[in-house]
């Protein structure tokens, strides 16, 4: 390093003494290197015009960046001194007179076109009269002269994977030039800020009915009867995408009967049901989330014993309040969603608010009271899959036990599309509770409510 710079000043001050005798010839030789600019500014421009043309030659522009050290930064190279202090060098005049010795294009009087020389004479060449200007110009401007090679010591050439080997299909002046002029730029108050929606929301509605007309003296006995079922769900589900997710579910269901075998009553509700829940779970593993899950189910109407005002049930008789604690485990594809809530923890408050129920003990509430506590475990394992684009099963299953009796409660929803607005259902309810009183003449607790329909139906 000491070397070289000891070689660099011994090498300035021996060719400032010849800087005085080239002055006359300063502008001739600026002028030439002015030219040789423009001609290769003009080569260059040439070549983006006729970038997308086949049919057009190139001009002959050399791939290699032989001049970069014109067009970098100015900085102090050691070869520039190095060549001036070399021992071959002799005392004289430091450029040609023939002025076109500057030009980039010729590398000395007689000499033929750089682009048709050998490369590596040409680059020898191309190097010698490189550092020729440039030593003029350390003469010259040695306070514009900021750094030196060693800080280019670190660059490395263009890897191979990043060089363009592809002939481009565009407009290269394009990027350069905008065809029009930027306008409606909204200044930084201006910006809106769109945050992510964490949320998704869906719901379902529906209306149908069935009859049925027998005539009085069929044979085989029966009555008419004509049914309207209608129900409407909604949800709203969060998740952030990272830990929490929270489901809420609202749930209506309504269905009215008419049978003239009741003389009491025109008609009767064949399907009653009110259900909201709400299931909150942060993520332990995988598809396992710790779970605290609630749900409040009721009805709307009364409903009564046939040919009697009897009242079986009614609207908060019963109400039943869950709550549930464990592991749910969820799962999801193109065309299903799994929930599976294991809960050794589970509590069940029942209440019956309206005194004329004839039978609390079918609620698992102790006659005479208004209340029940019930403590156990609980498991509630809910499907929704699309089995077919037109054929679509939803099923909940409910099993809750507080070690002494049993409840389960399966539902079952199959949705048969005709129409975007027409489709028919199939419900079918299987349940089995061993906490209720038997009625005289029953010996099963399992029970079973089916209800096939036709009519209006539309999700979003």
Not at 304 to 324: G, K, Q
Not at 332 to 354: D, H, K, Q, R, V
Not at 428 to 447: E, M
Request: with cysteine; net charge positive.
């Amino acid at each position: 390093m000491r070397k070289n710079v000891i070689v660099s000043m011994l090498g300035m001050m021996a060719c400032s003494s010849l800087s005085a005798q080239n002055a006359s010839s300063s502008a001739d030789i600026l002028k030439a290197y002015s030219d040789s600019l423009r001609n290769l500014s003009a080569s260059y421009h040439a070549y983006f015009r006729l970038w997308d043309d086949p049919n057009v030659p190139m001009p002959k522009l050399k791939p290699n960046p032989d001049f970069y050290k014109l067009f970098v930064p100015p900085t102090f190279y050691f070869g520039v001194t190095q060549q001036a202090y070399a021992i071959d060098w002799c005392p004289g005049e430091l450029f040609p007179r023939n002025r076109a010795a500057d030009s980039l294009y010729h590398a000395r009087p007689d000499s033929i076109g750089l682009s048709e020389w050998p490369n590596g004479k040409k680059k020898k060449q191309v190097d010698r009269w490189v550092n020729r200007i440039l030593l003029n110009y350390y003469l010259q401007y040695p306070d514009r002269v900021k750094g030196n090679e060693l800080y280019l010591a670190d660059a490395k050439p263009l890897d191979e994977e990043k060089k363009v080997s592809i002939p481009r299909n565009e407009q290269v002046m394009d990027y350069v030039e905008p065809k029009e002029s930027v306008r409606n730029v909204k200044t930084e108050k201006e910006l809106v800020v769109i945050r992510p929606n964490f949320w998704t929301k869906k719901g379902n509605g529906y209306a149908q009915f069935s009859q049925n007309y027998i005539s009085g003296n069929w044979y085989k006995g029966g009555e008419s009867t004509v049914s309207l079922l209608s129900g409407l769900t909604l949800e709203a589900n969060y998740n952030d995408r990272q830990k929490v997710q929270w489901d809420n579910k609202f749930e209506a269901k309504l269905g009215f009967i008419t049978a003239p075998s009741d003389t009491v009553h025109s008609y009767k509700t064949n399907t009653d049901l009110l259900r909201m829940s709400s299931k909150l779970g942060v993520q332990a593993w995988k598809y396992w989330y710790y779970t605290l899950a609630a749900e409040f189910k009721t009805q709307f109407f009364a409903n009564y014993t046939t040919n009697t005002n009897l009242m079986i049930s009614n609207f908060l008789s019963p109400a039943e309040f869950d709550v549930t604690l464990g592991m749910d485990y969820k799962r999801s594809g193109a065309n299903y969603t799994l929930s599976l809530l294991t809960s050794p923890l589970a509590y069940t408050f029942m209440y019956i608010s309206n005194r004329k129920i004839v039978k609390p003990e079918a609620f698992n509430v102790e006659s005479g009271h208004k209340t029940a506590n019930l403590f156990g475990s609980k498991f509630i394992g809910e499907l929704n899959w699309q089995v077919t684009p037109t054929v679509n099963w939803i099923s909940r299953l409910e099993y809750f036990t507080t070690y002494a009796k049993i409840i389960a409660n399966w539902e079952n929803t199959i949705d048969f599309k005709l129409t975007k607005y027409l489709s028919a259902k199939l419900f079918v309810n299987p349940r089995f509770d061993d906490g209720v009183v038997l009625s005289q003449g029953k010996h099963s607790y399992f029970q079973l409510q089916e209800l096939f329909s036709l009519g209006l139906n539309y999700t979003w």
